[in-house]
């Protein structure tokens, strides 16, 4: 599992986080899955996804805590896969 950069988020904050697959994604290879996770604490409102872009919105979460949230997808060709990233909130 891949993990990207962390983001910054303030607990009031309501904001997209989005991963894009297209670099990833072979030749006529599309999203047809997709699932976000998180760890406990922070709050998934929605997601949504295209053919090859996941995205989360997120809310929530306590200052001074690290939340992992998981993008898995599966695609037309069978292949299943996650990436992560860690949303740091602080008050800001």
């Known amino acids: 599992m891949a993990t990207s950069p962390d983001f910054l988020k303030d607990p009031d904050d309501v904001l997209d986080y989005s991963f894009n697959w297209v670099d990833w994604l072979t030749t006529n290879e599309q999203i047809v899955e997709f699932l976000a996770l998180a760890t406990p604490g922070i709050t998934i409102d929605s997601t ?9 919105w997120l ?29 740091r909130v602080t008050s800001r």
Do not use: E, K, L, W
Not at 66 to 77: K, M, S
């Open 48 to 56: 949504s996804n295209t053919d090859s872009v996941t995205t989360t």
């Open 59 to 87: 809310s929530g979460g306590v200052a001074g805590s690290p939340y992992t949230v998981t993008h898995r997808i599966v695609t037309n060709q069978d292949r299943t896969v996650d990436r992560s990233m860690t949303i």
